[in-house]
């Protein structure tokens, strides 16, 4: 038996943000960063928010939100008593908010109605239960997992990401299509989950180069919202893989942008998880056989499956050439010292991250190491 859930009621394209005049008569707290505040982004929101009670602006998330954050935000809402909480911002205000929340309610301050409108394209947490929370006392990060932290609704206006800069638009483009690809090729993978992930691919591979070239491609800017919300749901109810294990991992010691430790592992993973060299001869992978399907339908070259996964890896680095992304971690300026120093401590972290278990291939220390060597090439030492 499969199971599916969406909890989460989703408002997106122009004009989404209108959405929030239906609440008017409500009190409410805006969790955000300073950023947002400064930018005047904050006021794209408040100027929908005419006629609320009261509107409390607590800004102080920072990146890599900590336990001692959030206690101060959960304090904040204590105080402020707002009946709905609207959370700002990229993947950080989003997952601390979905945390303070969860606390709040937990403490007893009763339903809180939690709105999530992100304004990058990537992470997809509006529509997923995870939070990834720093612990101060020993600075190692732990995904929160909890159904009660699903936002109650998600509002995806692409007004919100026209500004984000072409770095910070590939970055996450790329963790979308991160993201995707692993639900697809999940252990749990299922029809839904299937549909999902498969269009949010068609979308990101799409129009992921139009938002680069131009943010104010308004369309472009909708679908990949759109995209990193299907890939959000998808592998919220599939899990993800050895990618983003390995991506959290390197995040934590060298503080690569998330999407782009995705985006540098991508080509790679792609072709440990087809094992290719496994089927000369015999019938490909199930997972060689979903990244195949996925080939054709970008009307890559597919003759057979082997030169489908190899047109896909192929079309993945060009992206990433394209967008500037670095093919290696030492394009990306880790030094070879720091890496030899902490590659231990990665396979370990990225064999013990939550999403590794999903991954359809089984992976041991010797594979992470494999998938560490092709991004740290000692030819390049
Ligand atoms: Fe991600």
């Known amino acids: 038996m499969n199971r599916f859930k969406i909890r989460t009621e989703v408002r997106f394209n122009q004009n989404a943000l209108d959405t929030l005049k239906e609440f008017k008569g409500k009190s409410a707290v805006i969790i955000t960063d300073k950023f947002m505040v400064s930018s005047g982004m904050i006021k794209k929101i408040t100027d929908k928010m005419e006629g609320y009670k009261s509107i409390a602006v607590f800004d102080e998330v920072t990146p890599d939100p900590t336990t001692s954050l959030i206690a101060k935000g959960l304090k904040f809402i204590t105080e402020n008593r707002g009946e709905i909480v609207i959370a700002l911002g990229g993947g950080s205000p989003i997952d601390a908010a979905k945390a303070i929340v969860f606390m709040a309610e937990k403490s007893g301050m009763g339903d809180l109605k939690l709105i999530a409108i992100p304004t990058t394209s990537g992470t997809g947490s509006e529509v997923t239960k995870f939070a990834v929370i720093t612990d101060d006392t020993d600075n190692l990060k732990y995904p929160l997992v909890d159904e009660g932290m699903l936002p109650d609704l998600a509002i995806l206006d692409p007004a919100l990401v026209e500004t984000a800069p072409p770095s ?123 990244y195949a399907d996925i080939s054709r339908k970008l009307s890559l070259p597919h003759d057979n499956v082997r030169i489908a996964v190899e047109s896909l890896i192929d079309e993945v680095r060009y992206m990433l050439r394209r967008m500037g992304i670095p093919a290696t971690l030492w394009e990306a300026g880790i030094s070879p010292a720091d890496f030899e120093r902490e590659k231990e401590n990665i396979i370990s972290a990225a064999l013990e991250d939550l999403c590794t278990a999903s991954n359809p291939r089984e992976v041991d220390h010797d594979a992470v190491e494999l998938l560490l060597n092709k991004i740290a090439p000692v030819s390049e030492n």
């Open 168 to 290: 910070i638009t590939a970055d996450t483009g790329m963790d979308v299509i991160t993201h995707a690809f692993e639900a697809l090729v999940s252990v749990n993978a299922n029809d839904a989950s299937d549909a999902l992930a498969e269009k949010a691919l068609l979308l990101a591979f799409k129009y992921l180069p139009y938002a680069f070239k131009d943010g104010s491609d308004i369309v472009a800017r909708e679908k990949m919202h759109s995209a990193s919300c299907l890939a959000g749901m998808a592998f919220n109810e599939v899990g993800l893989g050895i990618n983003h294990g390995i991506a959290h991992a390197l995040g934590a010691k060298f503080h690569i942008p998330h999407g782009r430790a995705n985006a540098i592992l991508l080509p790679h993973v792609i072709r440990f998880n087809a094992h290719l060299r496994a089927c000369f001869g015999a019938v490909p992978c199930e997972a060689a056989q979903r």
